[in-house]
T-cell receptor
Framework: ETGVTQSPTHLIKTRGQQVTLRCSSQ?????VSWYQQALGQGPQFIFQ???????GRGNFPPRFSGLQFPNYSSELNVNALELDDSALYLC????????????FGPGTRLTVT | EDQVTQSPEALRLQEGESSSLNCSYT??????LFWYRQDPGKGPEFLFT???AGEEKEKERLKATLTKKESFLHITAPKPEDSATYLC????????????FGRGTSLIVHP
């Protein structure tokens, strides 16, 4: 059974640029959630996709957007990057709509300079 | 506003010295409370889900318990490999499936 994978592992961008992060869900999982984790903080929920539809959104501005594809893989897009966007971005998949058991990927470390 | 507070922020134990981590929450209604373990530079690893007060779950040296206001993660006779950050998260009943995480407790177990 393949776990959750994310790419790239590290990324350095300049303020104002755009970035796309990718996630492949664990086999059999139809729900994917994205989180932002700043250093020393717990993960903050960005949004969740269930069967290709956005199913919930945290307190993040519209420049954070996402997609889920028919194979349940997912993308997180961030436009107009700001310095405060520097963080570990985590993707988690689960077998259903609720977050009862989420399986996290290793994360993408984004640095904005 | 729903809140999740974990204490202590950091904990140092000697190998074999049992202790407990606390997660207190203030939510309008609890759907579920989750415990995760996170190693440095990695994504969180799911440990337990608790749904109702009085519930307990165990896994190896870890035991999670739940009351109406807080959850405890008891670590019995810890080993150095138990060193990690332990995260607690809650989901509110009746709303979207949006978990709120605490800031975590950083545990170091010395040999």
């Amino acid at each position: 059974e393949t776990g959750v994978t994310q790419s790239p592992t590290h990324l350095i961008k300049t303020r104002g640029q755009q970035v796309t992060l990718r996630c492949s869900s664990q086999s059999g999982h139809n729900t994917v959630s994205w989180y932002q984790q700043a250093l020393g903080q717990g993960p903050q929920f960005i949004f969740q996709y269930y069967r290709e539809e956005e199913n919930g959104r945290g307190n993040f501005p519209p420049r954070f957007s996402g997609l889920q594809f028919p194979n349940y893989s997912s993308e997180l897009n961030v436009n107009a990057l700001e310095l405060d966007d520097s963080a570990l971005y985590l993707c988690a998949s689960s077998p259903g709509e609720a977050s009862y058991e989420q399986y996290f990927g290793p994360g993408t470390r984004l640095t904005v300079t | 506003e729903d809140q999740v507070t974990q204490s202590p922020e950091a904990l140092r134990l000697q190998e074999g010295e049992s202790s407990s981590l606390n997660c207190s929450y203030t939510v309008s209604g609890l759907r579920g409370l989750f415990w995760y373990r996170q190693d440095p530079g990695k994504g969180p690893e799911f440990l337990f889900t608790l749904y109702s007060a009085g519930e307990e779950k165990e896994k190896e040296r870890l035991k999670a318990t739940l009351t109406k206001k807080e959850s405890f993660l008891h670590i019995t006779a810890p080993k150095p490999e138990d060193s990690a950050t332990y995260l607690c998260a809650v989901e509110v009943a009746g709303g979207s499936y949006i978990p709120t995480f605490g800031r975590g407790t950083s545990l170091i177990v010395h040999p």
